[in-house]
């Protein structure tokens, strides 16, 4: 079983930055690789980023060269920063886990990129 808690969330200004955090907890050594999603309204649940146990990291294109995904081990906590935010990037970004038998999600953080 593994908890995941998003944070870092909230209103920033077009060209701004912000950094989410994904706090997990539970049987980690069992997490193969994590990843953010992000769900604007009416929108699917999209791919964000991806970063495996061995460190390796994707990025949907449309955030690919603005967004890096990394990981501090010792705090057991996945961290999204997210730079040049644009009015498209505004939704909740969810944490995801996956496991060999299961996938594990956070509750959720909201961005809202406006001026």
């Known amino acids: 079983q593994v908890h995941l808690v998003e944070s870092g969330g909230g209103l920033v200004q077009p060209g701004g930055s912000l950094r989410l955090s994904c706090a997990a907890s539970?049987?980690?050594?069992?997490?193969?690789?994590m990843a953010w999603y992000r769900q604007a309204p009416g929108k699917e649940r999209e791919l964000v980023a991806t970063?495996?146990?061995?460190?390796?990291?994707n990025y949907a294109d449309s955030v690919k060269g603005r967004f890096t995904i990394s990981r501090d081990n010792a705090k057991n906590t996945v961290y999204l920063q997210m730079n040049r935010l644009k009015p498209e990037d505004t939704a909740v970004y969810y944490c995801?886990?996956?496991?060999?038998?299961?996938?594990?999600w956070g509750q959720g953080t909201q961005v809202t990129v406006s001026s």
């Open positions: 539970g049987t980690i050594f069992s997490v193969i690789a």
């Open positions: 995801n886990a996956v496991a060999p038998l299961h996938v594990y």
């Open positions: 970063i495996t146990s061995g460190g390796s990291t």
